[in-house]
């Protein structure tokens, strides 16, 4: 809107233009990174959306995408390693993750649209640190962990913790998103991800929930998360710690769900006002847990149809 | 409606046997340069030495100008004029009510009101130009709603509208009150429909260049001719110092019928820099000062004998005309009377107002005024069939008009299949296997609708005229200034032309509107042009065609009525002699008709007026020569959980006389349907000060493929209009109109929750499914919200962030 008003833009001169500094390394692109007016080039769609809103830009964009390593999803253990750069396409399409955590691949592929899935890295879509965002709000819901690249070294940081003074610094770089092994201590672990939308595609949430379910073997609740999109300082991880032990019934669900709407604070917008929201998020988070429950329970015979 | 002595329906009429053309799948004849991108829309304009134009808007909602500094703007490199009001004409002008000026004098009405513009080598300096203007603005008190405007002592967004009324006129044909004393069942209701947006791919556009004292300008508009009438008004230019062309056009819908600025702003730059200068709306732009759909108010009122017979209708309008009228002074006239022509009321009563807000102005969309008018009557019928005990296609059996109705504002109905519309939409969704076994949250409901083939409104006439010329290479070149948004209308007229002809679709062409070459035409408006232009087109070709038989007659020996056209060859049979069968291609013959000693071209010349009357203040006269109908029926299903609403299957009958080109027909049913879901279910803003908060598609969700019927249905009456070109009406836009009604009559039928107002959210439906009428007020605010609303102020430059 940038017709509406003069807006504070400097007028003295044309806009200086933006270089794209391709590196052959990490090293030395964390080398270009620490230097001032430069900033992470992934799949360029949040800079695109920054230059038509007409917000500053950095003057250096430092691509990433073609770096060795960063654009691949392998197995570490038994933990699961997707690069940064890999896209939330090629996630959706990862039969490793689908395995594992359904609930990433589904978030991956319900962003937007099918072109703009294949331009969004995972580690830009992360670090745009958006609570519309669908890709957090799954793995903080799986417990992912970022592993995070400066020139001093690398870390690691929780997906909801990129803010702050123990979040993302200048000069840092998302290298790779880390999942958990899916069955800690042999326990069935379902998950599953969902999104409520007006007309069914391109577009924001109303209301996004992941949810996970860890069964023991007694058929108890071992492990459950949900974490909520769309809500103030969202991702949101809703506490459910003191339902563990108890049996995954409709019971259980239901008091989940509803911690999910007392813990979530969601606000008015175009897709609803948070009372409706409120709502929604017991009704998506009853949704999501009956599915990852229902995935957890049939663990076993999928894991017989895999091998 | 009086019924009189019904004459013979089309079926009956002994139409003449159709060419076989006619009903064929023709081709598009723009196909391959729309799928090749070899099409030329307005932003493909180029001319030399051309500048880029921008606009800076108002960014309140009412404001006095105190002063506006351009001389930091006129010193960045690269711009070559900065304009304000100060140098234009200062003329209001408007298709009906003269209000808008090219550039704010003194005040601003609207949050997008043009203030200034910019002309520059490119656009991005254009656009830095206009930051760098300085504006003092006071702001005023603004009138944000229908009620802020009507309340007393309400601010006044023109000194002139007391009250801010810009329009206002009532009627009551039969005396509604004593047949509303003699019904058993009276119906009431209130319900309110929500500015649409066009949303058209290509935004409004145009590019201008001046010539000694003219200035032509190509633009993407569906009215060329009338669009040059009020641009030279605004210029302050005599009709004649003023060309118009059409480019190729990426959707109209009523969008681009020339009520905007932007064209005119385009011309004044021009003039100012001497120089060509191409000015195309931005998105933003697009939803901020195009001209959208009319929100109106209705209340409504209907009465019924016990058996269920219509006695009379009551209703109320208040419609928001936005700052500036446009044409929607036109829309509310056509949304007050058009439907009484669909079923035979006794009496009919109005009062309707067209009302000043500070909010973006509103005009022509598609429909017209009618979806707004079935949205609300529609429903006060769903509701009477209830209350009644009759199921709705019933209801509407018992009370349809047929062919030679005449309604209370003297719609002479010539063609009329209402019924049998009716009829085989509840076939087709299956209505009495769905009553019988019905489905939990599923609902199912009917709607009808008429709509008009052309409108006479733009004075007395509604008439069109072409010129087909026979080539001599066996060619026909139709001439005609009706011009094509997008609906296949030229390739129409040329299958018209190639079936009175006897020549290949491929042999003919078809013009491009230009105010200078071809001849005066109305555009493409009120579904006018298959019927209006199709019969002036058609007479031309008839013409044509006859000169060309009397010239094969002379060269070919044999009388001019034993000849005959196929394939682009004249034939003609074996004379008395024994000498013969004849023929010769058309081109030959042309070319030895005018090669001859005083020799002649092979020109025909047709011309065709609505056999309609203009209306009278009152809205009474025959608007059109045809009217088509449409009944559509809706099965849904509610998500008890959410109030979602998915469209399970949908079926849509219409009735647009002889259908001449069956995908061309069908696409235009199935867009309407796709855009009156869009009405319906999903396309909304929020807003504050009187703005939309975020003017994208991020927020304004157009229909998707997702959100069509699961099951749809399309399918066209056995009809025949005798004053149609081979029995043709229009069929642009009356798909669109039952939609929203019966969306959200089917929703009631399945959960029991009656939406008083566009759209039709999950959320409004939750909110009545809990009876929660406290949490929906804050809720789902309306579209004309004022300041203070609940709405969430997007983080900076949170827009469209999905996926980064």
Same mark, same amino acid.
């Not at chain 2, 002994?14 to 070899?38: F, N, T």
């Not at chain 2, 043709?728 to 836009?733: C, P, Y």
């Given at each position: 809107m940038s017709?509406l008003?003069?807006?504070?833009?400097?007028?003295?001169?044309?806009?200086?233009?933006?270089?794209?500094?391709?590196?052959?390394?990490?090293?030395?692109?964390?080398?270009?990174?620490?230097?001032?007016?430069?900033a992470v080039l992934g799949g360029g769609v949040g800079h695109t959306l920054a230059r038509h809103h007409r917000t500053?830009v950095?003057?250096?964009?430092?691509?990433?995408?073609?770096?060795?390593?960063?654009?691949?999803?392998?197995?570490?253990?038994?933990?699961?390693?997707v690069?940064a750069?890999t896209t939330l396409a090629s996630c959706a399409a990862?039969?490793?993750l689908?395995?594992?955590w359904p609930v990433v691949a589904e978030a991956c592929g319900v962003v937007a649209t099918g072109r703009i899935r294949r331009l969004v890295t995972i580690g830009g879509n992360i670090a745009a640190r958006d609570d519309t965002h669908d890709p957090p709000v799954a793995l903080t819901a799986a417990?992912a962990?970022l592993?995070?690249?400066?020139?001093?070294?690398?870390?690691?940081?929780a997906v909801d913790g990129l803010a702050?003074?123990?979040g993302l610094?200048?000069?840092?770089?998302i290298?790779?998103v880390?999942?958990?092994?899916?069955?800690?201590?042999?326990?069935?672990?379902?998950s599953a991800y969902r999104k409520f939308l007006a007309r069914g595609v391109w577009e924001y949430a109303c209301v996004h929930v992941a949810a996970t379910?860890?069964?023991?073997?007694?058929?108890?609740?071992?492990?459950?998360t949900l974490a909520v999109g769309s809500v103030e300082g969202g991702p949101v991880a809703v506490?459910?710690?003191?339902?563990?032990?108890?049996?995954?019934?409709?019971?259980?669900?239901?008091?989940?769900a509803?911690?999910a709407a007392a813990e979530t604070r969601p606000y008015d917008d175009v897709k609803g006002s948070a009372a409706y929201k409120t709502h929604m998020i017991e009704e998506f988070s009853r949704r999501a847990l009956?599915e990852a429950?229902?995935?957890?329970?049939?663990?076993?015979?999928?894991?017989?149809?895999?091998? | 409606?009086?019924?009189?002595?019904?004459?013979?329906?089309? &079926?009956?009429?002994?139409?003449?046997?159709?060419?076989?053309?006619?009903?064929?799948?023709?081709?598009?004849?723009?196909?391959?340069?729309?799928?090749?991108?070899?099409?030329?829309?307005?932003?493909?304009?180029?001319?030399?030495?051309?500048?880029?134009?921008?606009?800076?808007?108002?960014?309140?909602?009412?404001?006095?100008?105190?002063?506006?500094?351009?001389?930091?703007?006129?010193? &960045?490199?690269?711009?070559?004029?900065?304009?304000?009001?100060?140098?234009?004409?200062?003329?209001?002008?408007?298709?009906?009510?003269?209000?808008?000026?090219?550039?704010?004098?003194?005040?601003?009405?609207?949050v997008?009101?043009?203030?200034?513009?910019?002309?520059?080598?490119?656009?991005?300096?254009?656009?830095?130009?206009?930051?760098?203007?300085?504006?003092?603005?006071?702001?005023?008190?603004?009138?944000?709603?229908?009620?802020?405007?009507?309340?007393?002592?309400?601010?006044?967004?023109?000194?002139?509208?007391?009250?801010?009324?810009?329009?206002?006129?009532?009627?009551?044909?039969?005396?509604?009150?004593?047949?509303?004393?003699?019904?058993?069942?009276?119906?009431?209701?209130?319900?309110?429909?929500a500015r649409q947006w066009h949303g058209s791919i290509?935004t409004?556009?145009?590019?201008?260049?001046? $010539?000694?004292?003219?200035?032509?300008?190509?633009?993407?508009?569906?009215?060329?001719?009338?669009?040059?009438?009020?641009?030279?008004?605004?210029?302050? &230019?005599?009709?004649?110092?003023?060309?118009?062309?059409?480019?190729?056009?990426?959707?109209?819908?009523?969008?681009?019928?020339?009520?905007?600025?932007?064209?005119?702003?385009?011309?004044?730059?021009?003039?100012?820099?001497?120089?060509?200068?191409?000015?195309?709306?931005t998105r933003e732009e697009e939803f901020l000062? $195009?001209?959208p759909?009319?929100?109106?108010?209705?209340?409504?009122?209907?009465?019924?004998?016990?058996?269920?017979?219509?006695?009379?209708?009551?209703?109320?309008?208040?419609?928001?005309?936005?700052?500036?009228?446009?044409?929607?002074?036109?829309?509310?006239?056509?949304?007050?009377?058009?439907?009484?022509?669909?079923?035979?009321?006794?009496?009919?009563?109005?009062?309707?107002?067209?009302?000043?807000? +500070?909010?973006v102005?509103?005009?022509?969309?598609?429909?017209?005024?009618?979806?707004?008018?079935?949205?609300?009557?529609?429903?006060?019928?769903?509701?009477?069939?209830?209350?009644?005990?009759?199921?709705?296609?019933?209801?509407?059996?018992?009370?349809?008009?047929?062919?030679?109705?005449?309604?209370?504002?003297?719609?002479?109905?010539?063609?009329?299949?209402?019924?049998?519309?009716?009829?085989?939409?509840?076939?087709?969704?299956?209505?009495?296997?769905?009553?019988?076994?019905?489905?939990?949250?599923?609902?199912?409901?009917?709607?009808?609708?008429?709509?008009? $083939?052309?409108?006479?409104?733009?004075?007395?006439?509604?008439?069109?005229?072409?010129?087909?010329?026979?080539?001599?290479?066996?060619?026909?070149?139709?001439?005609?200034?009706?011009?094509?948004?997008?609906?296949?209308?030229?390739?129409?007229?040329?299958?018209?032309?190639?079936?009175?002809?006897?020549?290949?679709?491929?042999?003919?062409?078809?013009?491009?509107?230009?105010?200078?070459?071809?001849?005066?035409?109305?555009?493409?408006?009120?579904?006018?042009?298959?019927?209006?232009?199709?019969?002036?087109?058609?007479?031309?070709?008839?013409?044509?065609?006859?000169?060309?038989?009397?010239?094969?007659?002379?060269?070919?020996?044999?009388?001019?009525?034993?000849?005959?056209?196929?394939?682009?060859?004249?034939?003609?049979?074996?004379?008395?002699?024994?000498?013969?069968?004849?023929?010769?291609?058309?081109?030959?013959?042309?070319?030895?008709?005018?090669?001859?000693?005083?020799?002649?071209?092979?020109?025909?010349?047709?011309?065709?007026? +609505?056999?309609?009357?203009?209306?009278?203040?009152?809205?009474?006269?025959?608007?059109?020569?045809?009217?088509?109908?449409?009944?559509?029926?809706?099965?849904?299903?509610v998500d008890?959980e959410t109030g979602a609403v998915t469209v399970?299957?949908? $079926?849509?009958?219409?009735?647009?006389?002889?259908?001449?080109?069956?995908?061309?027909?069908?696409?235009?049913?199935?867009?309407?349907?796709a855009q009156?879901l869009g009405m319906a279910l999903t396309e909304r803003f929020a807003w504050r000060n009187g703005a939309p908060t975020r003017p994208n598609y991020s927020d304004y969700k157009l229909p998707t493929a997702g959100l069509m019927?699961?099951?749809?249905?399309?399918?066209?009456?056995?009809?025949?209009?005798?004053?149609?070109?081979?029995?043709?009406?229009?069929?642009?836009?009356?798909?669109?109109?039952?939609?929203?009604?019966?969306i959200?009559?089917?929703?009631?039928?399945?959960?029991?929750?009656?939406v008083?107002e566009l759209p039709i959210t999950a959320e409004k439906v939750f909110w009545?499914?809990?009876?929660?009428?406290?949490g929906s007020?804050a809720a789902d605010r309306t579209d004309t919200a004022?300041?203070g609303g609940a709405t969430r102020e997007p983080a900076a430059s949170a827009d469209e962030k999905e996926g980064r």
């Open positions: 017709t008003a003069p807006g504070p833009a400097p007028v003295d001169a044309p806009r200086p233009p933006v270089s794209v500094v391709v590196p052959r390394t990490l090293d030395e692109a964390l080398a270009l990174l620490a230097s001032d007016g430069t500053p950095p003057g250096t964009l430092v691509s990433v995408t073609g770096l060795p390593g960063l654009s691949s999803i392998r197995q570490e253990d038994d933990r699961i390693v690069g750069g990862s039969d490793a689908t395995r594992a417990g962990t592993r995070v690249r400066g020139a001093n070294g690398t870390r690691t940081l702050g003074p123990d610094r200048p000069g840092e770089l290298e790779s880390v999942l958990p092994p899916r069955d800690p201590k042999h326990g069935r672990t379902g379910v860890t069964l023991a073997g007694d058929g108890s609740a071992a492990r459950l506490g459910l710690s003191p339902l563990l032990g108890r049996p995954v019934d409709t019971g259980l669900i239901d008091e989940a509803h911690t009956t429950a229902h995935r957890a329970r049939n663990t076993e015979h999928r894991q017989e149809e895999d091998r | 409606m009086s019924t009189t002595e019904a004459p013979p329906t089309g &079926l009956d009429l002994g139409r003449a046997v159709l060419p076989p053309l006619i009903g064929s799948a023709v081709e598009r004849i723009d196909a391959v340069e729309k799928v090749s991108g070899r099409a030329s829309y307005a932003a493909d304009t180029r001319l030399p030495r051309m500048l880029y134009g921008a606009v800076l808007r108002s960014p309140h909602p009412h404001a006095r100008v105190l002063s506006v500094d351009t001389s930091r703007a006129e010193r &960045l490199p690269g711009v070559h004029a900065v304009i304000t009001g100060e140098d234009t004409a200062k003329i209001k002008w408007g298709a009906f009510r003269p209000d808008l000026y090219p550039l704010a004098v003194d005040r601003v009405r609207y997008g009101d043009e203030v200034a513009a910019v002309a520059a080598r490119d656009l991005e300096t254009a656009r830095r130009a206009c930051e760098l203007i300085s504006v003092a603005y006071e702001p005023l008190p603004a009138v944000l709603s229908l009620d802020e405007a009507l309340a007393d002592g309400a601010p006044l967004v023109h000194e002139d509208a007391a009250g801010n009324v810009a329009h206002e006129f009532s009627f009551d044909r039969g005396g509604a009150e004593q047949w509303f004393e003699r019904s058993d069942v009276v119906v009431e209701g209130v319900w309110q429909t290509e409004i556009g145009c590019t201008a260049e001046w $010539s000694q004292d003219r200035v032509s300008m190509w633009v993407n508009t569906q009215t060329p001719f009338l669009a040059r009438q009020r641009y030279a008004t605004a210029l302050g &230019l005599p009709l004649r110092a003023v060309r118009v062309v059409q480019t190729e056009i990426g959707g109209g819908f009523g969008g681009k019928s020339g009520d905007d600025n932007t064209s005119v702003i385009c011309a004044i730059l021009a003039r100012r820099t001497g120089r060509a200068v191409q000015m195309v709306n000062a $195009s001209r759909r009319i929100p109106m108010r209705y209340r409504v009122k209907l009465g019924f004998t016990a058996s269920g017979l219509v006695t009379a209708k009551d209703i109320t309008v208040i419609a928001d005309n936005g700052a500036y009228t446009g044409k929607a002074q036109a829309v509310l006239g056509a949304a007050t009377v058009r439907h009484d022509a669909l079923f035979n009321y006794r009496a009919v009563k109005a009062h309707s107002r067209l009302v000043y807000t +500070n909010l102005p509103t005009g022509a969309f598609r429909g017209f005024g009618n979806p707004s008018a079935d949205w609300a009557v529609g429903q006060a019928w769903d509701l009477a069939a209830e209350e009644l005990g009759i199921e709705v296609p019933d209801l509407f059996l018992l009370n349809a008009v047929e062919t030679g109705s005449v309604s209370p504002h003297n719609h002479r109905i010539t063609s009329c299949e209402l019924k049998q519309c009716i009829s085989k939409a509840a076939e087709a969704i299956d209505w009495h296997g769905k009553r019988a076994n019905p489905a939990p949250h599923r609902g199912l409901a009917m709607g009808v609708s008429v709509h008009v $083939s052309g409108r006479r409104s733009f004075g007395d006439y509604d008439g069109s005229s072409a010129i087909v010329r026979l080539t001599e290479d066996g060619r026909a070149s139709v001439i005609v200034g009706e011009g094509e948004i997008g609906t296949g209308a030229r390739t129409t007229l040329a299958q018209i032309t190639a079936a009175e002809l006897g020549v290949a679709v491929a042999d003919v062409s078809v013009s491009r509107p230009d105010t200078d070459l071809t001849t005066h035409a109305l555009g493409a408006l009120a579904s006018r042009v298959t019927y209006v232009a199709g019969n002036a087109v058609k007479r031309a070709a008839e013409q044509a065609c006859r000169q060309l038989l009397e010239a094969a007659a002379r060269q070919l020996g044999r009388p001019a009525s034993q000849l005959w056209v196929a394939d682009g060859v004249i034939h003609g049979p074996a004379d008395a002699d024994g000498q013969g069968p004849v023929s010769s291609p058309v081109g030959t013959v042309v070319r030895a008709e005018l090669y001859r000693p005083n020799g002649q071209p092979v020109v025909g010349v047709g011309s065709f007026d +609505n056999p309609s009357e203009f209306p009278d203040q009152s809205r009474y006269g025959n608007e059109s020569g045809a009217y088509n109908f449409a009944a559509e029926a809706a099965e849904v299903e008890p399970t299957e949908l $079926s849509a009958v219409v009735d647009c006389g002889t259908v001449l080109n069956p995908p061309l027909a069908e696409g235009q049913v199935e867009g309407g349907i009156g019927p699961r099951k749809m249905h399309i399918g066209f009456a056995d009809s025949y209009e005798p004053t149609g070109p081979f029995g043709a009406k229009g069929v642009g836009e009356i798909s669109l109109d039952p939609v929203p009604s019966i959200a009559s089917a929703v009631a039928d399945a959960v029991g929750v009656r008083q009545g499914m809990r009876e929660d009428t406290a007020a004022g300041p």
